[in-house]
């Protein structure tokens, strides 16, 4: 069942949340400092709606999984032109400055969400009643969630705990040293992991083990690898979890939530959106632009043909590797043998993201380039495997566990094991992540935090293109009291 839409009014104030403010999404209501907090709060319904709201910017995070492809050397910006959207064509160019549409919406999006955790914990004690802990549980893994994306696009960032953020807060408010923002990022997950079951009662509800995985991932990025392994392998161990048999299966509509969906954003096409607000979408709107241009034939619909993959990343694939033709729709092959034709888009590959194209009887009532259900796998059990079969690579006397779970990824995927160690075993687990998780957003992440990025991803200048930056209109409202990341 997919989590349900709870309206919630709402004012949101300029500087990290303006671009919120002028379509119909669901907004928590932001209130002036001096309102009386007693006119919500005041039963556990309030909660539960505010938490509501709070979930509903995860659906907003299409863009950063769609960009974490597009920087990577796995995919091109593609769509109709070298002036369509020009914001996700100089990210691909790595030429990006601060003036940057799709940055500014990143930040924007996820300090919306932020904002809406921080909501519920600023006024976590006006009422009790049974399970809230897990009500506030769940609102600090989505505060972690949406923190977590902006260490990892942003590096430093200012951080606000347990109260929102309001207008006239951006002069007082520093950008905090990543360090402390992961810290508080880990007290969190901690509070999540100890306090929510190991099954919710809706599908999409945070659990003990999407929290487990996370903090791993959080400790992984910051090369804390006893940390991860520790943590990963209470994933592992859960018997929550599988890798699902049919590999076809998992990015099908009647794939989602299964037993690989550790963490799962859930998407509707029950509200339209258009493309002045974009992010007033309860659909998968990264699914239409990464489509077929003008398809007519089976299976699939028409898109914009933005985030192609490139023959590099095709041909990464070992022969027998049963994921290819998921991953990847080998577009020519397929309209010869379907009778389909299509229009070849701006730098055409070829190919097409599989996982995230619209498909046809996908339920979707409204637009299809808009509205897709298409959940997003947010971190799936193969992934865990891989994290936690690289950070035992990285721990003396880890291998034999870290092959174990490398080549259980690899059994499904009906390749042959491997048997490596140290150096040749990481760049095993490398090359990996890079076919199984292929067009997910991992991989431009996965290169940079493992120093790989600028001899993988051409334009890339280290340590500038470690992160993007920060949104120049952002630090205009800060009045100018944020420094801009070096480089830009």
């Given amino acids: 069942m997919k989590m349900r839409k709870h309206k919630i009014y709402s004012v949101l104030f300029s500087m990290l949340l303006l671009v919120l403010s002028s379509c119909n999404d669901d907004f928590v209501d932001v209130a002036s400092q001096d ?7 005041n039963s556990e319904q309030d909660y539960q709606d505010a938490l509501v709201g709070a979930y509903d910017l995860l659906q907003a995070t299409y863009l950063n999984v769609m960009l974490g492809e597009i920087a990577s050397d796995n995919t091109l910006a593609g769509g109709e032109s070298a002036t369509d959207v020009p914001g996700i064509q100089e990210i691909d160019d790595m030429i990006h400055t601060p ?22 914990m600023e006024f976590q004690n006006n009422t009790e009643f049974t399970g809230k802990e897990q009500v506030l549980a769940q609102a600090r893994f989505l505060r972690a969630y949406y923190y ?3 260490v990892k696009w942003f590096g430093d960032v200012p951080l606000q705990i347990d109260k929102r953020i309001q207008f006239g807060d951006q002069f007082t408010i520093d950008r905090t040293p990543k360090a402390k923002v992961y810290e508080q990022i880990e007290m969190d997950l901690q509070y999540a992991a100890d306090n929510l079951p190991l099954i919710q009662f809706e599908s999409g509800r945070i659990t003990k083990g999407a929290a487990q995985a ?26 929550t979890y599988d890798l699902v048999t049919d590999y076809n299966s998992i990015f099908e509509q009647d794939g989602e939530n299964n037993i690989e969906s550790v963490f799962e954003v859930q998407y509707t096409d029950k509200e339209g959106a258009g493309f002045g607000c974009l992010q007033c979408s309860e659909g998968n709107v990264a699914v239409g632009f990464n489509g077929i241009r003008n398809y007519s034939g089976p299976l699939f619909e028409s898109g914009f043909s933005f985030n192609v993959p490139t023959p590099e990343v095709f041909a990464e694939f070992e022969t027998g590797d049963i994921r290819k033709d998921v991953a990847i729709l080998e577009i020519e092959t ?16 070829g190919f097409y993201n599989r996982k995230y194209i619209s498909r046809q009887g996908d339920l979707n009532t409204g637009d299809a380039n808009l509205t897709n259900p298409n959940n997003y796998r947010a971190i799936r059990f ?39 160690s140290g150096t040749a075993l990481k760049e095993a687990i490398y090359h990996e992540r890079r076919v199984e998780l292929v067009g997910e957003g991992h991989h431009f992440f996965d290169l940079v ?30 009045g100018n009291r944020w420094t801009q990341n070096a480089g830009y």
Avoid: C
């Avoid at 003036?99 to 909501?119: C, E, K, P, T």
């Avoid at 880890?398 to 259980?408: A, C, F, Q, W």
């Fill in 35 to 41: 309102e009386n907090s007693d006119e919500f709060f």
């Fill in 99 to 120: 003036v940057n549409a799709q940055l500014r919406d990143i930040w924007s999006w996820m300090y919306a969400g932020i904002n809406r955790a921080n909501f519920i």
């Fill in 334 to 349: 397929w309209a010869s043998v379907n009778n389909a034709t299509y229009v070849e888009g701006y730098e055409h590959t």
């Fill in 382 to 420: 193969a992934d865990v495997l891989l994290m936690a079969a690289e950070a035992y690579n990285q721990i003396p006397g880890g291998d034999e566990t870290s092959k174990i779970y490398l080549n259980r990824v690899r059994t499904r995927a009906q390749l042959a094991d491997v048997d490596l």
């Fill in 214 to 239: 996370l903090l791993g991932k959080v400790y992984l990025f910051q090369n804390k690898f006893d940390l991860a392994a520790t943590e990963l392998d209470k994933v592992i161990n859960s018997s």
């Fill in 449 to 478: 935090r493992t120093n790989r990025a600028e001899a993988e991803i051409d334009g890339f200048e280290k340590p500038k293109h470690d992160v993007f930056p920060i949104p120049s209109i952002e630090i205009d409202l800060a």
């Fill in 148 to 150: 977590f994306e902006l």
